[in-house]
């Protein structure tokens, strides 16, 4: 079956980078039509998306976060990294990795369980 | 970007209701909406895809419908487990965008 898991710290400073890394089972991120998006929600808040990457390694990044955000993929290890840098504490949120893809639409059929991510000096 | 506003932010109802909420998208997207399920604490889940497509293991009283800017989710028969949040997404353009959600309560 399909499954994916956040890992990643817990607790990051301000002004660092934050590295998360979604490691999947069930598909391959070298079959046509996959993808993966990380999203993510603030305590209280709504959903927001911020990345995707597909099987062909297109990337595809929120507008206003793109200038901070990097998403890669290998396949070999069936995980997807994603960096975050300049953190500040509005960056505190639950990510979300997340599976698309299938008949070449953007909805996501699987999660991961999510991973808190707190901002604090 | 593509903004999908929510009506109403918040319902209350009781066991045994049909409760419909509204999803309005600020442009065109087609039939390319979905709806999700969040409980706390969880990830959100898959209900509705393509606008009316309900998700494989998803219970019958979930539906979804709608086209172009003006969709909605109704739950026919409202069972205890139902009052969470709902969440609409759009997968027309680019950025992928959320719903700001519904929070279904119990009245």
């Known amino acids: 079956q399909v499954t994916l898991k956040e890992s990643g710290p817990a607790m990051v400073k301000p002004t660092q980078t934050l590295t998360l890394t979604c490691t999947f089972s069930g598909f391959s991120l070298s079959t046509n039509e996959m993808r993966v998006s990380w999203i993510r929600q603030p305590p209280g808040k709504a959903l927001e998306w911020l990345a995707r990457i597909d099987w062909d390694d297109d990337k595809f990044y929120s507008t206003s976060l793109k200038t901070r955000l990097t998403i890669s993929k290998d396949p070999s290890k069936n995980q997807v990294v994603l960096t975050l840098t300049d953190l500040d504490p509005v960056d505190t949120a639950t990510y979300y990795c997340?599976?698309?893809?299938?008949?070449?639409?953007?909805?996501?059929?699987?999660w991961g369980q999510g991973a808190l991510v707190t901002v604090s000096s | 970007a593509i903004q999908l506003t929510q009506s109403p932010s918040s319902l209350s109802a009781s066991v045994g209701d049909r409760v419909t909420i509204t999803c309005r998208a600020s442009?065109?997207?087609?039939?390319?909406l979905a709806w999700y399920q969040q409980k706390p604490g969880k990830a959100p889940k898959l209900l509705i895809y393509d606008a009316s497509s309900l998700e494989s293991g998803v219970p019958s009283r979930f539906s979804g419908s709608g086209s172009g800017t003006d969709f909605t989710l109704t739950i026919s028969s409202l069972q205890p487990e139902d009052f969470v949040t709902y969440y609409c997404?759009?997968?027309?353009?680019?950025?992928?965008?959320f719903g700001q959600g519904t929070r279904l309560e119990i009245k």
């Open positions: 442009q065109g997207i087609s039939s390319a």
């Open positions: 997404q759009q997968f027309n353009g680019f950025p992928l965008t």
């Open positions: 997340a599976r698309s893809g299938l008949g070449l639409t953007d909805y996501f059929d699987y």
